[in-house]
């Protein structure tokens, strides 16, 4: 059986327990709260070097796999069906360029360890640290929505007729996005896609509402 | 002929820079300042919505990809020789990643926009802009070293007898950490493989500091 590690809120988590579940792989999860530090105990530090989540530990209980856009390329490749990559390279190249908005650009700069630095090292107002989180989100957003608006494969999902590591990494911008208090008025095909993507169970499923650790 | 937007200072142009000469082709630049904001330009915002270098445009010059991984990933799906990344799925994601340490966990954190935001928006010191600049780049390179002490195909370069994107986004996390004063006597691995690398011309050529628009 998988294993992973996971935090409810943690989107990259959430990308990985969407990828699994388009690909029907079961898992069992163990939980770390990233925000009362579980990450930085010495036992999880010695499994994952950058003390984040996801780890995937794989069957045989001990070859483990870090980043999640690396374990989502590794479950493409050892388990094709149903893709979540399209075929053609010109069609991935956007694909994973779209989800690199996200994963690289974005999702970073929000994360727990960025949110202490800002207020144990650099002693932000919570107010200020509310805006440099939806600066970067709205920044995000906006490309993602021109992409969707310049691309000719975009429509019901981002490219295609079926949902793509794009549509996983578009609902892990959506989803903190929404926690954090913005507005969605400018990103229509943004939206529209993040509802079709809930409307499937395997996306629901992996919310982190419902996970769970997931905090009333 | 390819064309490609660039910045010599740019870590994500310098990541493609390599490549394309590891692949051997040629491709033609033209010239960003980062730091005048020539990426805000109308014509170049149409080009690449996010406002980034580098974008990478086709030999129709008309078909354009942007985000580097991605881009690294679409060369070496066309031109698979020679190889970027090894063949096994789990060989692949551990050299993708490792990538991902530098490309979505380190760089992201320290480009223009984040110290333009640091000092126009939070009023940040110098000697705090540095701080957090080499905060991140610290975390990234203490991760590196312990997935080499761990990785048991690490050697002369990431993974095998040949370097891949792991190498790549190695030397784009001594580059910059190198610019901003990081001591490195904590990443002897790291070091060894960035000091290899830059023994071989298609990574010496694509330094930012034999680029044309490098500052003298």
Redesign the interface.
């Known amino acids: 059986m998988l294993r992973m590690s996971t935090y409810f809120r943690s989107q990259a988590a959430f990308r990985v327990r969407i990828a699994l579940n388009l690909k029907g792989l079961a898992r069992e999860d163990f939980f770390l709260h990233l925000e009362k530090g579980d990450q930085f105990k010495p036992e999880y530090a010695a499994l994952n070097?950058?003390s984040?989540v996801p780890t995937l530990i794989l069957d045989d209980g001990k070859?483990k796999?870090?980043?999640s856009?690396?374990?989502m390329?590794?479950l493409e490749?050892?388990h094709p069906h149903p893709p979540i990559l399209p075929k053609e390279?010109?069609a991935?190249?956007?694909v994973?360029?779209f989800?690199?908005?996200n994963?690289?650009?974005s999702?970073?700069?929000i994360v727990p360890?960025?949110r202490n630095?800002l207020t144990k090292?650099?002693k932000?107002s919570e107010e200020?640290k509310l805006?440099?989180i939806q600066?970067w989100l709205y920044?995000g957003l906006?490309?993602m929505e021109?992409?969707l608006s310049?691309h000719p494969d975009s429509g019901e999902f981002c490219h295609g007729a079926a949902p793509t590591v794009a549509d996983i990494c578009l609902m892990t911008q959506v989803t903190p996005a929404r926690v954090f208090g913005c507005k969605f008025d400018a990103f229509p095909r943004v939206m529209r896609i993040h509802d079709r993507c809930m409307k499937i169970k395997e996306f629901a499923d992996a919310h982190p509402t419902k996970q769970p650790d997931a905090e009333k």
């Open positions: 070097p950058q984040v070859t796999l870090f980043q856009l690396a374990i390329e590794y490749e050892t390279p010109l991935r190249a956007w994973r360029g989800a690199l908005i994963v690289a650009d999702h970073p700069l360890r960025i630095y090292t650099l932000l200020q805006a440099w600066h920044a906006k490309a021109t992409h310049e």
